[in-house]
């Protein structure tokens, strides 16, 4: 099995930014995609951005395009979320998914992390 965690989380002042990090551990092979999804306080878990493994598209929800950028490092095996002009609707729990991920000892399934906490606060 793998292995998927997620830092960076944190307090950060509205129009401020903020990194968020997801790095995967064991022998992936490879995968689908991997992607960001949060849920805030009483409310369903939402989409946010995918990037796909070969790290050539990407896709945002509409809510955070032009001020979220996701972005992948092949060789580390780690994925990023630049948040800038964060918002008080940015306030969630962040998770990561590796999407269809396998090698030769595992079929293709999806993990998750076990989200970082994202409050935007004055």
């Known amino acids: 099995q793998f292995q998927v965690a997620e830092s960076g989380g944190g307090l950060v002042q ?4 903020l990194i968020l990090s997801c790095t995967i551990s064991g022998d992936v ?3 689908t995609s991997m992607a960001w999804y949060r849920q ?3 409310k369903e878990r939402e ?3 995918e990037v796909t493994w070969s ?3 990407t896709d945002y929800a ?3 395009k ?3 950028t996701i972005s992948r490092d092949n060789a580390k ?3 990023t979320l630049q948040m800038n002009s964060l918002k008080y609707e940015d306030t969630a729990v962040y998770y990561c998914k590796l999407g269809g991920a396998y090698n030769w000892n595992h079929s293709p399934r999806d993990y998750w992390g076990q989200g970082t906490l994202v409050n935007v606060s004055s």
């Open 77 to 79: 095996n780690t994925m």
């Open 47 to 49: 989409f946010v951005a």
């Open 55 to 57: 790290g050539d598209n």
């Open 62 to 64: 509409e809510s955070v």
């Open 66 to 68: 032009g001020r979220f």
């Open 14 to 17: 509205p129009g401020g930014s």
């Open 29 to 31: 092979f490879s995968a």
């Open 40 to 42: 805030a306080p009483g």
